[in-house]
């Protein structure tokens, strides 16, 4: 009989939590299952590090500001979602300063006039980066001749290199990153995944067969023109 009441109770805990977590999670009109970013999506929908909007959109293809994404990693780095900023300052001023604590950007290379602008995927490397352990990096120049379009003299080109050798970046399919090009909302999403779940990471090892162009499993079904990030 007591072996009985374990098992029911067992049950109802296990029924309790899975009904907890179906409120939960969030669910978005123009976001399918199939989408190769629902997980990652999903995930930083959950933890407050991204969200809709009020008519229950996603928006997955719009372009990220650097409002937007510094927003995104300061929720990423400290779980702590702050208050919007009021009028006269933008909305993610604090979000801003924040992020100038935390050291993930300094005001030289990220100016406060700058949060409406759509941010370049060179800058969204500097601030991943700058995230992550300061760690050297094995194998800097094999690992950079991976990348095409990413050499000495491009900016951040450091920072860039770090990020894939970490297994958070991984580019385009043809072997580019892109430095100059715009970084989605869905993008985004799986760049913040891969940095908080170090599970979610693909680092890169020279002495692998896996090249850049390899990509993962939750990606497999990914557009040939969108970036695997």
């Keep these: ?120 995927r060179s800058d969204m490397a500097l601030i991943i980066s700058n995230g992550l352990e300061k760690t050297g990096i094995e194998n800097y120049s094999k690992i950079e001749a991976m990348v095409k379009d990413v050499e000495s003299t491009t900016k951040y080109s450091y920072q860039i290199i770090k990020s894939y050798a970490a297994g958070i970046l991984s580019g385009y399919s043809d072997g580019t990153f892109k430095p100059q090009g715009t970084l989605t909302r869905a993008e985004s999403s799986l760049v913040l995944y891969r940095y908080i779940d170090e599970r979610k990471r693909t680092p890169i090892k020279i002495n692998e067969k896996k090249t850049l162009n390899d990509v993962e499993n939750n990606t497999e079904n990914i557009d040939a023109k969108e970036s695997v990030i």
């Design 1 to 120: 009989m007591k072996k009985i009441s374990v098992i029911t109770l067992t049950a109802i805990l296990l029924f309790t939590t899975s009904a907890v977590y179906a409120v939960k999670q969030q669910t978005y009109k123009d976001l399918k299952a199939t989408n190769w970013a629902y997980e990652s999506i999903q995930a930083m929908s959950d933890k407050d590090v991204m969200k809709g909007y009020p008519d229950s959109s996603f928006k997955p293809q719009s372009t990220v500001t650097y409002g937007e994404f510094i927003k995104m990693m300061v929720v990423a780095v400290t779980g702590e979602v702050l208050k919007v900023a009021e009028k006269p300052h933008h909305w993610a001023h604090n979000y801003y300063k924040e992020g100038l604590e935390l050291s993930l950007f300094e005001e030289s290379e990220i100016d406060i006039t700058m949060l409406d602008q759509p941010i370049p």
